[in-house]
């Protein structure tokens, strides 16, 4: 019975291990696969700010819109489809995704100095990261806070959409401001959120389907990351 109890604590500890084991590396390809779309995009946009008459052909063509439709269809087909795809798709979807927005980006490249794109990314990296770190270790739970984030959000794209029309600049400072407020939030939601994800799919191993979720959990703090820079810029980027 002695020989038998050992055994059964030392399955239990190996078993507690791969788990524990599994939930690092899962977290771990978030993070990674989030980098290397922000290394995509960031690298596309500097590649295309230097050619001058694909510039031209981007945004003074349709073709700037047609890849606009492309992102936010690309983003909805992902989100939804995610379990029918392979993750070899859906990590191509990724890249082509984050290539896509590094061109419609490659703007402001010209129109912001490069000073102060640099400035602004670090910052945005130190922003993010201490509240990632926040979402992650943070023991209350943040659901609460996360649906009054995302109706925020909601409202955050209809008034920018009137403000296209109206073309206020107080208002568009303001909306600035409120666009930081919600995105430093919602990277501490959704850290929270992928983390319990990634907790559930640790009892599955690492396998292609826990690989897609993972790969979701990339793609929606990417766009975290990618918003809440652009509404830093928006403030403190100097203009040339």
């Known amino acids: 019975m002695g020989y038998d109890k050992g055994y059964g604590d030392s399955y239990s500890q190996s078993s507690s291990y791969s788990q524990t084991s599994v939930f690092a590396t899962l977290m771990r390809n978030v993070y990674i696969w989030m980098t290397c ?4 995009t960031g690298l596309t946009a500097m590649i ?3 050619d001058y008459n694909l510039i031209n052909t981007i945004f003074n063509t349709n073709l700037y819109w047609l890849l606009l439709i492309a992102e936010i ?3 909805f087909f992902i989100s939804s489809m995610i379990n029918r795809i392979s993750f070899v798709t859906a990590g191509l979807l990724f890249a082509i995704y984050s290539i896509i927005n590094g061109a419609t980006l490659s703007i402001i490249m010209l129109a912001y100095t490069q000073e102060s ?4 990314f670090f910052v945005t990296a130190g922003t993010f990261g201490g509240m ?3 979402g992650f270790f943070i023991k209350k739970d943040l659901s609460a806070m996360g649906r009054i984030l995302i109706m925020a959000l909601i409202g955050l794209i209809v008034a920018s959409i009137v403000n296209i029309f109206w073309d206020n600049d107080m208002f568009t400072s303001i909306l600035n401001y409120v666009g930081v407020i919600i995105f430093v939030g919602l990277t501490a ?7 319990n994800m990634m907790l559930e799919a640790q009892h599955y191993g690492v396998n292609d389907q826990t690989n897609k979720i993972a790969l979701l959990g990339s793609l929606t703090l990417y766009l975290d990351f990618v918003n809440l820079f652009l509404y830093l810029l928006r403030i403190f980027g100097r203009r040339r």
């Open 37 to 40: 779309g922000l290394l995509m």
């Open 48 to 50: 295309i700010a230097k």
């Open 73 to 75: 269809g690309l983003v």
């Open 117 to 120: 794109i640099a400035q602004t």
């Open 132 to 134: 990632s770190l926040v």
């Open 189 to 195: 939601y959704d850290t929270q959120k992928i983390k």
